[in-house]
């Protein structure tokens, strides 16, 4: 049953067939020409793979595969083995003679892959097993397996190998898997959105990286409806607005940035841009693309990939929304170069009075009259045939003083643009849009066309539990029994604690972790009165370090020193979280008190937009984690004016009476 090139392994083979089969055919089967350029270093590492296998599995029955491909991470798991109800995840490192973590978290990482994404490895247990074939010493025995029956990797040489496989066997017990079953199984992704971004620009599409499964809206389905209105404006030579709702974590990004890539070309004539007002997300998007494509082109045998040349491409290709604006100011009489540009986090552009106040300021256009919708539609409206802007939309959402929200773009388009098509979903009447107004009244002068396919209804990004987003709504709302409902459903698969000890929350969290997965600390840009725990959110964390470095950098985010705030993590996300919640928000019996600590006391925040920014600050903090979260709850401290306990504990009871699991 030797696979072709299209299939999920170069390799599939019962292992008595794989015994009884030459190393030369072996060989041959997985240096077939068009599956990736074979080295000399290559071919030499499977032939001693092959070798120590063939070793390792005598007497063993079951089925192996042989560079099988992990379509998220972008690599190939070297092999792996299917046997007595187990999956054993084998990674080789020939010439090695001793075990880095880097390569411990590389087989863990692909353990953990399959474990989550691939349908036919959810119920099984799962085996990760380094080798290295120079080490003197390694693992012993099997350890414990953590509750998804995902086992701690082994270390181990040559020479132990073998025995380590069968005490495995002989020790676990699982129901015989199906090899042919399993070999087709889907694999179902719910990539990072670094990991997506760095997919779609090497040209995958977004359907190999997105799951398939019936809960979840497939994002294949809302890129292909935003495709086809694309090419229908083209076609046409019409003006379209088409905007893209989703809950946070749902993929409106992925949306974008799918179409982006799709039409990256220059010489299309539906070539597109992707704008972001979100500094963060622009530069660690950025450095993980350039970094990727440096290694990718290292890997193609390119000696000295030209970064500053790779940073230029992707700099045309993922832009900082503001460069845009001003780059339609300078030329006030020059339509942009793209038909096609997408907006992401449309919904914090800013109103009138923030954009007046910044150009006056800033660029001394003393009697700029535009919001910053207003201006970006007209400066698209320019092209005298057709254009199409997408806008990609989060409810709730808004966190900085001056951000218009979605309902600025309606009101823009009803006033000055009428003759513009509008695509939009019934969701944007929900309450977290704030646009139900400005909607009905668009919808009285213009064309507006309601388009279900538009909205992203599932968080892809807490892939355990999709209703996740829906939880934390319900306890912003204060709504206990809806929050309870939530919770009941998805707390096996998607942890959440919460204390008032900090320590005990960053053990919860390492703990947690395993492999490569990220973890880092949260906290709302308000929560002055953390730095008696040491967080102290006035440092200014450089995004790009603390999202991509790794366990060593002291700058990333592993290190639990540096909180995030909202403004560091929007659009933006980790494996597992600490939220630390300070007095800024809390809860008393009468509802929700929002405060900002000036000078040496906490105010109270009287404006609504501010009480509006405040809570949205907290939603974006709590639906960061794609696996799991654990809340800091300080005790306060009754010798502190600025911490008296009563600040913190009926925030901490309330989730408490939540059933959130108390550490």
Not at 346 to 353: G, I, T
Request: net charge neutral; hydrophobic share 40%.
């Amino acid at each position: 049953m030797t696979t072709s090139a299209s299939s999920s392994a170069f390799y599939a083979e019962p292992i008595s067939s794989f015994l009884a089969q030459s190393n030369p055919h072996i060989l041959g089967e997985l240096s077939r020409p068009g599956l990736f350029s074979i080295t000399p270093d290559q071919s030499s590492a499977w032939e001693d793979e092959i070798r120590l296998l063939k070793e390792a599995l005598q007497g063993i029955d079951g089925f192996l595969c042989l560079e099988f491909d992990v379509p998220r991470i972008g690599s190939r798991i070297d092999s792996v083995v299917l046997s007595g109800g187990c999956i054993f995840v084998l990674e080789f490192k020939v010439g090695e003679n001793s075990y880095h973590r880097e390569a411990i978290n590389q087989v863990w990482d692909y353990a953990l892959d399959l474990k989550n994404f691939h349908r036919a490895s959810h119920l099984a247990p799962i085996v990760p097993i380094l080798i290295c074939t120079l080490a003197k010493k390694g693992s012993t025995e099997l350890s414990q397996p953590f509750a998804d029956q995902v086992y701690e990797p082994i270390t181990t040489n040559p020479e132990n190998f073998p025995h380590l496989l069968r005490a495995a066997l002989s020790t676990i017990e699982a129901a015989p898997i199906n090899a042919e079953e399993w070999i087709s199984a889907p694999y179902q992704p719910t990539p990072t959105i670094i990991e997506a971004a760095q997919s779609l620009y090497s040209r995958h599409s977004v359907e190999s990286i997105s799951r398939h499964d019936a809960g979840a809206r497939n994002l294949a389905i809302t890129s292909r409806r935003v495709e086809e209105l694309i090419d229908q404006a083209a076609r046409l030579k019409e003006k379209h607005i088409i905007f893209v709702t989703g809950v946070p974590g749902a993929g409106k990004t992925l949306v974008g940035l799918n179409v982006s890539t799709q039409r990256r070309d220059k010489n299309l004539a539906t070539h597109a841009v992707f704008l972001s007002g979100n500094g963060p997300l622009v530069a660690v998007l950025s450095e993980a693309l350039t970094k990727d494509e440096v290694a990718r082109r290292k890997k193609a045998g390119e000696r000295k990939p030209p970064i500053g040349k790779i940073r230029q491409e992707i700099k045309a290709f993922i832009q900082n929304i503001h460069h845009f604006r001003d780059e339609g100011i300078r030329e006030l009489s020059r339509s942009p170069s793209e038909h096609v540009v997408i907006f992401d986090e449309a919904q914090r552009a800013w109103n009138l009075d923030k954009t007046k106040d910044f150009m006056a300021r800033r660029k001394g256009l003393k009697n700029f009259s535009h919001s910053e919708p207003e201006f970006l539609i007209s400066y698209l409206d320019r092209h005298t045939d057709w254009a199409v802007i997408i806008c990609l939309v989060g409810g709730g959402q808004e966190i900085y003083r001056g951000e218009a929200g979605i309902s600025e773009w309606l009101n823009s388009l009803k006033a000055h643009f009428p003759s513009w098509r509008v695509h939009v979903t019934p969701n944007l009447k929900d309450s977290e849009y704030d646009a139900v107004d400005a909607l009905t009244s668009l919808q009285q002068t213009s064309f507006v066309s309601l388009d279900r396919s538009l909205h992203l209804s599932a968080s892809m990004r807490s892939f355990r539990a999709e209703s996740v987003s829906s939880f934390v709504k319900a306890i912003l709302d204060r709504d206990r029994s809806t929050a309870s409902k939530y919770l009941d459903d998805f707390r096996e698969r998607y942890p959440i604690a919460v204390t008032r000890c900090l320590d005990s929350a960053k053990n919860w969290i390492r703990s947690h972790a395993r492999g490569s997965e990220r973890f880092g600390l949260v906290a709302s840009s308000k929560a002055l009165r953390l730095k008696p725990h040491a967080v102290d959110v006035r440092v200014t964390i450089n995004p790009v370090h603390w999202f991509l470095n790794d366990k060593r950098d002291v700058r990333s985010s592993f290190y639990l020193e540096d909180p995030a705030t909202e403004f560091q993590v929007q659009g933006l996300e980790l494996d597992w979280v600490c939220v630390n919640w300070d007095a800024d928000l809390r809860l008393t019996p009468f509802g929700w008190n929002y405060h900002s600590f000036v000078g040496n006391k906490w105010q109270s925040v009287r404006k609504d937009e501010l009480k509006h920014y405040l809570l949205n600050a907290y939603r974006v903090l709590l639906t960061r984690a794609r696996q799991g979260m654990v809340i800091f709850v300080p005790p306060g401290d009754a010798s502190d004016h600025t911490r008296p306990p009563s600040f913190y504990d009926h925030t901490f009871d309330y989730l408490t009476e939540i059933g959130i699991k108390v550490i």
